[in-house]
């Protein structure tokens, strides 16, 4: 007998720039949400681009707020903002993508909560990625399938299998994770800013819990076994479904 499932919020507002893979990663998602309904960890989705979601009484619905490449000063109002720090402050999770760093940049505690603000990007390329912790839950089934190249444009290093290429924007933020708080989780690294540049990270933040990744700017990375498995898991995570490492 399956366990009630719990509620997220993917929310997707742009008043900055607008990715244009957004309904990919909403389809993604909701697949995600349908593939758990026979597991012990079901939940559902509720998709929008509508900040007046963001009451106490909307946001108490949700388990989870995922912001789907939001940017911009996507709130319209300080009570919006209030009611996602109420949402934090009573445990709720979160769970940030790509653009979701480039995003309320008038809220410090908004960028705390992603770990970083984003600064600005090359263009995109393939470079190496690795996983900087595979003991993590968030990490749990992370690595590429098969080692061959799949239509991420990904392609796992079987001598190295921890690390794989991936093919992305990386981004350069004005912080580094962990000189905004000592309590962020690097979880994934790479990429052409060097070995050790965060892509990926956690943390319990506020009452609350965060996941944040910096990839997934193309479609591709919606169909993508290893990048989709990260955001299961750090759904999960976030919703207090997957136990922290000792």
């Known amino acids: 007998m ?8 993917v929310f997707s507002r742009t008043v900055a720039y607008r990715h244009d893979s957004i309904p990919a990663g909403i389809e993604a998602i909701q697949g995600l949400s349908k593939e758990s309904s026979s597991s012990p960890t079901p939940f559902t989705v509720i998709a929008t681009e509508d900040p007046e979601v963001f009451t106490p009484s909307s946001l108490a619905r949700f388990r989870v707020v995922i912001f789907l490449q939001s940017s911009g000063e996507f709130l319209d109002t300080p009570e919006q903002l209030d009611a996602l720090k109420g949402f934090v402050r009573a445990g709720g999770g979160v769970v940030g993508v790509h653009c979701a760093s480039f995003a309320l940049e008038s809220s410090e505690w908004y960028g705390n909560l992603m770990g970083a603000v984003f600064k600005s990007h090359p263009p995109p390329s393939v470079e190496r990625i690795r996983i900087v912790d595979p003991g993590h839950p968030i990490m749990a089934g992370s690595l590429p399938k098969g080692g061959s190249t799949n239509r991420a444009g990904t392609e796992s290093l079987s001598e ?16 580094e994770p962990a000189d905004i708080c000592s309590k962020v989780h690097v979880l994934v690294a790479g990429g052409l800013h060097g070995h050790d540049h965060p892509l990926a990270w956690c943390q319990e ?8 990744t910096s990839l997934g700017h193309f479609d591709e990375a919606y ?23 000792s």
């Open 2 to 9: 399956s366990s009630t499932p719990f509620q997220v919020l």
């Open 160 to 175: 190295e299998p921890w690390q794989w290429k991936w093919l992305d924007e990386w981004y350069i933020f004005k912080q």
């Open 223 to 245: 169909k993508d076994f290893a990048f989709l498995n990260q955001l299961l898991s750090g759904i999960l995570w976030t919703a207090g479904k997957a136990k922290i490492p």
């Open 205 to 212: 933040f506020d009452g609350g819990r965060s996941f944040y």
